[in-house]
DNA sequence: TTTCATTGATTGATCAGTCAATTAAAAATA
DNA sequence: TATTTTTAATTGACTGATCAATCAATGAAA
């Protein structure tokens, strides 16, 4: 029933209307016809491909942390130095296809539904740990350990609240002062260890 | 019918129950019957003094707010220092009253809520500027107005970060160390202004 | 001629919101 | 004070709308 063969381009159309739908209502408070309509099909045919509701919702969550990882690897390859690698970590974050409209409020609405959904919070944990330990990856070449791991838990903390605060259109309008913010942060915290005192 | 004469008991019991349920749920998915079992009334009455359920979701985030903001007052009253003020802002952010699981999974949940309704987003605006004026009050102090205004946008979004990882229960398990985090930014931040090279 | 894609129609559950009826409290009147 | 009248508190039962999920039926590939 999940329809395992090769063009599952319905699937893929479903997951793409859901994000739409879900980022455009700002809540995954949205119902199977609507996601079902976008795509053009009939909600009966999105049971048909994803079962249940929370099971396209899932798939959905997944795909977003898929790409999000994908771009992730791809910016990781063409990092050479530490500095580079967390750099790429925050330019990715914030970069044109994951700083979207869309995808913050989608993300915002998961984590919400990840404290109901035992599954969902097994997705969001898992990228979590990815997220960290790829900034680990390059902290642990500038400063000590304990340092890292507590600069790592801020600069996730700090992309966190920007997500958020951009959801609201309050502050931080744009990914590029959001880069500044973050960079501004890292830097600083070199500058500390270069010369400590 | 909204009642304003002196003893609203029963609106004060709805608003504990709201929080309470929305606490536990993780979410504003919960019904009226919900809140009133718990509150020990029909959900009839819960009608009765709020109208619509979504009343009663405002005056639960206001109630919110003004409590935050009680706090906020009472620690800022206490405070000399332009130093003083902003650690008082954090402080009471990450405090004992705050800090609780109901109250984080609430706010989570009203921040995904506000991108659908107005009223709640007007809500979180004007808390968010209260926020911004309050750390601004003390950092203009310590730093030029520019780079005061970075800072008090990072500690917001710190703030928010963290609130949003206490609450999926991931890093940052205890208050203590949130507050040693954003201070340390802080004190990061400081010392790079005082000798500045 | 079997398997897959697709849908319209339907079902069953869940809820917000309403209402008429009941009890209790408060105010007015005797 | 006792008694009637008014007002407020409170509820169970009901309604209407919304939706997820199902299914039998139809058409199209394979």
Request: glycine residues 6%; without cysteine; aromatic residues 6%.
């Amino acid at each position: 029933m999940p329809k395992l063969g090769m063009p599952p381009l319905r699937r893929r159309a479903l997951i793409d209307a859901a994000i739409l739908t879900i980022g455009e209502r700002g809540s995954l408070d949205v119902t199977m016809s609507e996601i079902a309509g976008r795509a053009g099909v009939s909600s009966a045919l999105a049971h048909h491909y994803f079962g249940a509701k929370d099971e396209l919702l899932q798939a959905t969550m997944r795909h977003i942390l898929s790409e999000l990882n994908a771009d992730m690897r791809k910016a990781f390859a063409a990092s050479r130095t530490p500095r580079a690698r967390v750099s790429a970590v925050i330019a990715v974050n914030f970069s044109e296809t994951q700083f979207r409209p869309e995808i913050i409020a989608a993300w915002l609405a998961f984590y919400v539904e990840a404290q109901k959904s035992p599954s969902l919070r097994r997705l969001l944990r898992v990228y979590a740990r990815r997220l960290h330990s790829n900034l680990m990856s390059g902290l642990t070449g500038l400063m000590p350990r304990l340092e890292a791991e507590r600069v790592a838990e801020a600069i996730a903390a700090l992309i966190d609240g920007l997500y958020i605060r951009r959801a609201l259109k309050d502050g931080t309008p744009n990914a590029a002062s959001a880069v500044v913010l973050v960079e501004d942060y890292l830097e600083t915290k070199f500058l500390q260890h270069k010369k400590p005192a």
